[in-house]
């Protein structure tokens, strides 16, 4: 039986202040870092297939929380 790709959200952060990124994954709630932002993502997909793969040796399900990503738009007066 061939595998079902997953699709997951990734936010990607630049952090000026540590010089790096971190790709966060809300419905694992999971993150990575990166000095690039390709590295970021890299080590983003590394920890998806690791987390996936380590649930399905305990023989658990996977379990993910919803995500939506919105635009918010606040007025400063």
């Known amino acids: 039986m061939p595998e079902v790709p997953l ?5 990607l952060e630049g ?20 000095d690039t932002k390709e590295e970021a993502i890299s080590n983003a997909k590394e920890a998806i297939e690791r987390m996936l793969a ?7 399900s996977i379990k993910t929380f919803s995500a939506e990503v919105i635009s918010l ?5």
């Open 54 to 60: 380590e649930q399905k040796k305990k023989g658990k």
């Open 15 to 34: 952090d000026y202040a540590s010089n790096n990124y971190c790709a966060y994954i809300p419905e694992l709630r999971l993150n990575a870092i990166g």
């Open 73 to 77: 738009t606040v007025n400063l007066d």
């Open 7 to 11: 699709q997951f959200t990734v936010l």
